[in-house]
């Protein structure tokens, strides 16, 4: 199984990415797009996006495109830079690509941006997934 077919096996049984209303619209050998919006109950005690939104979103993104090639893989580094804050009904993108792997470790970018403004970057992240031996 690759792909589409198990981003859609994890999202089954991922309570959290359905929780923020996640909806993934392309998967590719390595990569991964989704989207959400920004919801009232996201928002932090400034009235902006709470931090862990965006990483959550550049999260999951990462989750599925290190496993869309066919093989179970869980990050087990990862780090974010918050540029831009985030309002109620903003509508992001995470977009996740793979940038080296081997054997055992991929390396992977995820660039989350507001939906219509993919030039002006709100985070960047970063992550290394451990690659095992198990297939999807």
């Avoid at 939104?53 to 990862?78: C, M, P, Q, W």
């Avoid at 918050?82 to 309002?87: G, P, V």
């Avoid at 470790?105 to 941006?113: C, D, E, M, P, S």
Wanted: with cysteine; net charge neutral.
């Amino acid at each position: 199984m690759q792909g589409i077919d198990v981003v859609n096996t994890m999202m089954k049984n991922d309570y959290f990415s359905q929780w923020l209303g996640i909806t993934v619209t392309e998967v590719r050998e390595g990569y991964c797009r989704l989207e959400l919006t920004i919801k009232k109950d996201m928002l932090n005690g400034f009235g902006i996006a709470h931090g862990g939104i965006t990483y959550s979103a550049a999260d999951s993104a990462l989750a599925f495109a290190s496993n869309s090639k066919g093989r179970k893989s869980v990050s087990i580094e990862t780090s974010i830079s918050h540029i831009t804050s985030l309002k109620e009904n903003d509508q992001i993108v995470a977009e996740a690509q793979c940038e080296t792997e081997t054997e055992k470790l991929g390396h992977y970018r995820v660039h989350v941006y507001i939906k219509n403004k993919p030039d002006q970057p709100v985070a960047l992240f970063k992550g290394i997934v451990y690659r095992t031996s198990k297939n999807w």
